[in-house]
């Protein structure tokens, strides 16, 4: 998706490692918001940064953090996985926080916690 | 294979008829509605937007229309092609300083 990548595209991870997936924006967006998507679920927001080291958090942050020390980048770190956050996770970006149009996901980051 | 599909209620459609996609959004206050549209191993793609001043909204092919008496919000897409196989999800924003808020999705199935 133009203006937004996100990496890895996929990942394999024993339970109890720490992981961060990465979110890069090059749109200077100032809202930007980690998503995971599952099965019966759809997507469910995570966290969310409206600004430089400003985050929030969303419906289902336990066992998440986020940071974002620039407005281009905004990771995720799940600091001791767990199988339930098996999912597929998306970051999206937006100039304002509904977004004018909606929001820009990226394509995805597929993570398995083995 | 799109394993966040699996428990999805399914609307299959002849190719060339219209799809009507439903949606009963939670929150009587939220004043804007999107829909997106999901392809399998995408990220969600904005399809329309409509306001909550507005009851009905054209673009290209997709028309959204909003009850608020009902909560209710619908996408139909004309003359359904198979490129238009994909998840629809709509999302609802309750104000102007709140993330939006996504249902759980509705796949269409295309049948050629």
């Given at each position: 998706?133009?203006?937004?990548?996100?990496?890895?595209?996929?990942?394999?991870?024993?339970?109890g490692?720490?992981?961060?997936?990465?979110?890069?924006?090059t749109?200077?967006?100032?809202?930007?918001?980690w998503y995971?998507?599952?099965?019966?679920?759809?997507?469910?927001?995570?966290?969310?940064?409206?600004?430089?080291?400003?985050?929030?958090?969303?419906?289902?942050?336990?066992?998440?953090?986020?940071?974002?020390s620039?407005?281009?980048?905004?990771?995720?770190?799940?600091?001791?996985?767990?199988?339930?956050?098996?999912?597929?996770?998306?970051?999206?970006?937006?100039?304002?926080?509904?977004?004018?149009?909606?929001?820009?996901?990226?394509?995805g980051?597929r993570?398995?916690v083995? | 294979?799109?394993?966040?599909?699996l428990?999805?209620?399914?609307?299959?459609?002849?190719?060339?008829?219209?799809?009507?996609?439903?949606?009963?959004y939670?929150?009587?206050?939220?004043?804007?509605?999107?829909?997106?549209?999901?392809?399998?191993?995408?990220g969600?793609?904005?399809?329309?937007?409509?306001?909550?001043?507005?009851?009905?909204?054209?673009?290209?092919?997709?028309?959204?229309?909003?009850?608020?008496?009902?909560?209710?919000?619908?996408?139909?897409?004309?003359?359904?092609?198979?490129?238009?196989?994909?998840v629809?999800?709509?999302?609802?924003?309750?104000?102007?300083?709140?993330?939006?808020?996504?249902g759980?999705?509705?796949?269409?199935?295309v049948?050629?």
């Open positions: 998706d133009a203006g937004i990548t996100q990496s890895p595209r996929h990942k394999v991870t024993e339970t490692t720490p992981v961060t997936l990465r979110c890069h924006q749109e200077n967006h100032r809202y930007m918001y995971r998507q599952d099965p019966g679920h759809g997507l469910r927001l995570i966290h969310y940064s409206y600004g430089v080291k400003d985050t929030d958090k969303g419906e289902v942050s336990d066992g998440y953090s986020v940071s974002r620039k407005t281009e980048d905004f990771l995720l770190t799940l600091e001791s996985a767990t199988s339930s956050q098996t999912s597929v996770y998306f970051c999206a970006i937006s100039a304002n926080q509904q977004g004018n149009y909606g929001y820009t996901f990226g394509s980051t993570l398995t083995v | 294979g799109e394993s966040v599909g428990h999805l209620p399914t609307l299959s459609v002849q190719e060339g008829d219209n799809s009507i996609i439903n949606c009963a939670s929150n009587s206050a939220s004043d804007y509605f999107i829909w997106y549209k999901q392809e399998s191993g995408k969600p793609q904005f399809i329309i937007d409509i306001r909550s001043n507005m009851d009905k909204r054209q673009g290209q092919r997709v028309t959204v229309l909003l009850n608020k008496t009902v909560k209710h919000l619908s996408l139909q897409i004309a003359a359904t092609q198979p490129g238009d196989s994909a629809y999800f709509c999302a609802e924003a309750y104000s102007g300083n709140t993330p939006l808020v996504f759980k999705g509705t796949r269409l199935s049948i050629a």
